[in-house]
Nanobody
Framework: QVQLVESGGGLVQAGGSLRLSCAAS????????MGWFRQAPGKEREFVAA????????YYADSVKGRFTISRDNAKNTVYLQMNSLKPEDTAVYCC????????????????WGQGTQVTVSS
């Protein structure tokens, strides 16, 4: 059974940084894509970033390109989202998700989800 556990959220001032972690377990993820999505109050869930576990190919939403970096540590089975230059509009619950290759940005394409971690950016 796939388990995804996020951590690292919190409260930060605008311009600050946070690093989110997603610990994955329950299967081999070499043929999977790991994604980060976020959902702000009253808004739809949106794609943030993704990485293919084996090749390390990365994908980003335009809104975070140049500010966020997704990476993975194969030995720890953990995916990270480094978030720099945070803005108030980045405030949301951030969720880790997994799906078999190929990459897709639609959240409905991801069968496995973590519980989410809150990120709040104050102005």
């Amino acid at each position: 059974q796939v388990q995804l556990v996020e951590s690292g959220g919190g409260l930060v001032q605008a311009g600050g940084s946070l690093r989110l972690s997603c610990a994955a377990s329950g299967r081999t993820f070499s043929s999977y894509v790991m994604g980060w999505f976020r959902q702000a109050p009253g808004k739809e869930r949106e794609f943030v970033a993704a990485i293919s576990w084996s090749a390390g190919a990365t994908y980003y939403a335009d809104s975070v390109k140049g500010r966020f970096t997704i990476s993975r540590d194969n030995a720890k089975n953990t995916v990270y989202l480094q978030m720099n230059s945070l803005k108030p509009e980045d405030t949301a619950v951030y969720c880790c998700a997994a799906r078999p290759l190929p990459f897709h940005s639609g959240s409905y394409r991801y069968p496995h989800w973590g519980q989410g971690t809150q990120v709040t950016v104050s102005s």
